[in-house]
């Protein structure tokens, strides 16, 4: 089994920054890519970030110059920095991974969330 347990949510001032982070833990062999989503209330999950194990990273165009997704493979983390936040970045953030538990099997896990606010 594998955890993915993201932290560093809350409530900012518009302008201001959040740094999300995810660690994965448990039967972890090795990890594909690695991504964020966020889901406001009303509204579907969408994609905010990716980034691959060799470290190519791909972005959805609101938040393009704004947010870094980096990752450290030796620890099993993917970050997310968020700088500039505006009100309708408010949402629930998810760490989502492609993990392979052995060289063989591999699947798709999801985080928690963890909720950003955005407001004044």
């Known amino acids: 089994q594998v955890q993915l347990v993201e932290s560093g949510g809350g409530l900012v001032q518009p302008g201001g920054s959040l740094r999300l982070s995810c660690a994965a833990s448990g039967s972890v062999f090795s990890i594909n890519a690695m991504a964020w989503y966020r889901q406001a209330p009303g509204k579907e999950r969408e994609l905010v970030a990716t980034i691959t194990s060799g470290g190519s990273t791909n972005y959805a165009d609101s938040v393009k110059g704004r947010f870094t997704i980096s990752r450290d493979n030796a620890k099993n983390t993917v970050d997310l920095q968020m700088n500039s936040l505006k009100p309708e970045d408010t949402a629930v953030y998810y760490c989502?991974?492609?993990?392979?538990?052995?060289?063989?099997?591999?699947?798709?896990?999801w985080g928690q969330g963890t909720q950003v606010t955005v407001s004044s």
């Open positions: 989502n991974a492609e993990v392979l538990t052995t060289r063989l099997s591999k699947y798709n896990y």
